[in-house]
């Protein structure tokens, strides 16, 4: 069973158009505070975590099929280069087949981890990471209540104590701005990863 | 004066309490309601689970009137603790040594979230199945 989650502080308003779209058979939940973010210890998204039938995770949280292959694009015309389009492709592909083999084969699927491996790809918060949720907790507390401006020094905050944090930098300007996410300080942050992964452990299948 | 308080995954807003100096005191009541914890002579007890309160410091956490200090209780636990003194909301996080004890159990985390309409379901109603939890966002 797939559920998705946004992380979305915008709620209804923001998700609705692309839900409807989707048109999915499968729950699609609305995680206004990103508290999964915050359980599973998530910074980006597409972000998943695979739960088998007794609600032991399988495989940690990982980026879903996704590549650095968009920061190959064409900022002006917004086209990516065929290969990092095929990169792109392959990688979905790749992962889609894993959960097919998963769903067919269960724990004996190559795919669903066991524990030591989980363990080893498993990320867990630090000190000033369990700040950077507190921090994001409370500024979309005050922007929830209609305190907009009160929020942005928490939001900052969650920013500066979690850099690596694409969901706080990206739900942070979406709320000043909904074309900002995309907009030239997305790519400026991007930019300055340098050799450095947006989606890191995107190639550990 | 009031203040709302996110403790975990719930805000209580406009619980009486005292935020003086850094601390935020509540009363017996709305430490058990807000927090779930209870002070006892073992020390702040959560169900099996006690935090002893180190004599020499009971002051920072008890005071005569009765009243309980959840700021000093979350500080000695390691639960990080922001306040915004212009709305009266303090938020107080979950531990780092607690969040790892819940994701090294390997037991997934539990939640509970709306779908467009409002209904809400929670991981664990999907029990015996696989269960794939993807995110995603509109930015």
């Not at chain 1, 000033?128 to 209609?146: H, I, S």
Request: aromatic share 10%.
């Amino acid at each position: 069973m797939p559920i998705a989650i946004a992380f979305d502080s915008g709620g209804n308003a923001a998700t609705e158009p692309w839900i409807k779209a989707a048109n999915a058979t499968y729950p699609c939940l609305i995680d206004r505070r990103h508290i999964v973010a915050e359980l599973y210890d998530m910074v980006n998204v597409p972000t998943a975590v695979w739960i088998d039938e007794r609600g032991k995770i399988v495989r940690p949280s990982e980026p879903a099929g996704v590549t650095d292959a968009f920061r190959k694009m064409n900022r002006t015309n917004f086209s990516i280069p065929a290969d990092a389009m095929n990169e792109l492709q392959a990688k979905r592909k790749a992962y889609q087949d894993a959960i097919r083999d998963w769903v067919a084969n269960g724990s004996n699927s190559r795919f669903a981890l066991g524990e030591a491996e989980v363990l080893k790809r498993m990320h867990t918060p630090d000190d000033a990471q369990v700040r950077a949720a507190a921090n994001f907790r409370l500024g979309e507390y005050l922007f929830e209540n209609g305190h907009a401006e009160a929020a942005k020094k928490y939001f900052e905050e969650a920013k500066r104590l979690r850099p690596e944090s694409w969901n706080y930098k990206r739900q942070a300007w979406a709320l000043e701005d909904p074309m900002k996410a995309g907009g030239p300080e997305f790519w400026a942050a991007v930019d300055s990863l340098g050799d450095g992964k947006y989606y890191p452990g995107a190639e550990d299948i | 004066m009031a203040m709302d308080i996110i403790y975990g995954e719930r805000a209580n807003p406009g619980v009486e309490a005292d935020a003086a100096g850094g601390g935020l005191w509540l009363n017996r009541a709305d430490l058990k309601h807000v927090a779930g914890w209870e002070y006892k002579p073992q020390g702040f007890c959560k169900g099996e689970v006690c935090v002893p309160v180190p004599d020499a410091r009971k002051g920072e956490f008890v005071d005569a009137g009765a009243r309980y200090n959840l700021a000093a209780l979350a500080n000695l636990i390691g639960q990080p603790v922001v306040t915004d003194a212009e709305f009266n909301v303090v938020c107080v996080g979950e531990a780092a040594a607690e969040r790892k004890r819940m994701l090294t159990s390997l037991d997934a985390p539990d939640f509970t979230l709306p779908d467009l309409d409002g209904k809400m379901h929670s991981l664990a109603d999907y029990r015996g199945k696989k269960v794939f939890v993807v995110s995603w966002a509109s930015w």
